[in-house]
């Protein structure tokens, strides 16, 4: 069969572009042996469990799904009732890329929060965390946050911390959209229940499959007493898998040694390489701080458009001319080096002389 894709070209929108890792292939090669159980009564699915409670600690209960835009909905309608709301950043996922499926398939309402780098603080939650008795506003119930955040930018513990500290002081619960999670743990050199459960999470959407895994995402409960009837909402949203082993063994590839690890800080460090490749070319400009796998930069639109025809990347705000650059786990120094060299060489035409 002839491939329909140049095995050695590269892109750089998206860490979902990437293929599968080698070891979670050989990891569902070797799950395809004999029956199993369907709908997660298999073997694979029992032993996730406890690769989960070694990450996020001994409450920690994991339910596979596809997708994130699942494991966020999921998520999010265990911990809400129908007439409450989850307050999140504007730039959120749940907010600008999930296809209204929120709203739409969950019934949840967003409370969104304009900020400057795509990060929640306490006193951002406050702006929507009021009305509670009011009849005529959604219940504020949960605060959700990114990380890393649609922006490239990462919540330390201590800043995690604070937000559940004062969400929970206000009544609220607290989820996490994690499908960069182990970026942001690699980059800060911190264990993943650093982010979540020593935080004080109650809630994690868990991603796969930026990281490696071929489809997958988990919806993780931290505190049992946040989240309910998951069983049940999975399924009526469309997520339970029958042959759910071929997931499970996909995360506990992942997670059961130091693969998570090894991939997050590969990503991480590429885009560390092109910032720092690009930074100093005339007329490239990095608006925001590149603190995992995500690089933003401005660039006059027809040199991004001619880019574009030779290395795929998003144009992430028309207006200001800025896009996105993202980095995987297998990006490698040529990659960055080959579309660096054509950056300069596309801005070299393009300032005057």
Same mark, same amino acid.
């Given at each position: ?17 990437? #293929? ?13 042996g ?6 997660? $009564? ?36 265990a !911990? ?19 296809? #209204? ?24 939650i ?6 509670f ?25 201590d ?11 206000? #009544?609220?619960?607290?989820?996490? $959209? ?13 264990? !993943? ?11 994690l ?14 919806? *993780? ?16 949203? !469309? ?7 071929? *997931? ?12 998570w ?15 720092d ?12 701080? *590149? ?34 650059? !993202? ?7 040529? $990659? ?18």
């Open positions: 069969m002839i491939p329909r894709h140049d095995p050695q070209h590269k892109t750089f929108a998206s860490d979902n572009y990437a #293929g599968v890792h080698p070891e979670i292939l050989q990891a569902i090669a070797t799950a395809n004999g029956h199993q159980i369907s709908y997660g $009564d298999d073997a694979y699915t029992e032993a996730l469990q406890d690769v989960f409670k070694q990450h996020f600690g001994e409450q920690a209960q994991v339910w596979p799904v596809f997708n994130g835009t699942a494991a966020n909905v999921v998520s999010l309608r !911990m809400t009732a129908h007439w409450e709301a989850v307050i999140c950043a504007e730039t959120a996922h749940i907010n600008t890329d999930e296809g #209204g499926a929120p709203e739409v398939a969950g019934g949840i309402k967003l409370l969104t929060v304009p900020t400057p780098d795509g990060k929640l603080t306490p006193e951002l406050d702006r929507q965390a009021w009305g008795g009011d009849v005529h506003r959604a219940q504020p119930r949960v605060v959700s946050i990114s990380n890393t955040t649609e922006l490239g930018t990462l919540y330390t513990p800043e995690v911390a604070a937000i559940c500290a004062h969400a929970h002081e206000l #009544g609220l619960l607290v989820h996490v $959209d994690g499908s960069r999670l182990t970026n942001a743990a690699a980059a800060l050199d911190v264990p !993943m229940r650093a982010l979540t459960t020593d935080a004080g999470v109650d809630v959407s868990f991603g796969g499959t930026k990281i490696g895994l071929l489809y997958g995402e988990a919806v *993780v409960v931290l505190n049992p007493a946040a989240a309910t009837g998951i069983d049940y909402i999975r399924k009526t949203f !469309m997520q339970l898998s029958s042959k759910m082993r071929f *997931v499970s063994a996909q995360f506990e590839a992942l997670l059961s040694g130091d693969l690890l090894r991939n997050a800080r590969r990503a991480n460090a590429m885009g560390r390489r092109l910032a490749a690009v930074r100093d070319i005339p007329g490239v400009e990095l608006p925001r701080p *590149v603190e995992a796998n995500a690089v933003f930069a401005i660039l006059p639109r027809d040199v991004a458009e001619r880019l574009q025809k030779r290395f795929r990347f998003y144009t992430w705000n028309e207006a200001t001319g800025e896009v996105r650059w !993202m980095c995987a786990f297998d990006t490698t120094e040529s $990659d960055v080096d080959a579309f660096a060299a054509a950056i300069a060489a596309e801005m070299t035409t393009a300032l005057p002389s």
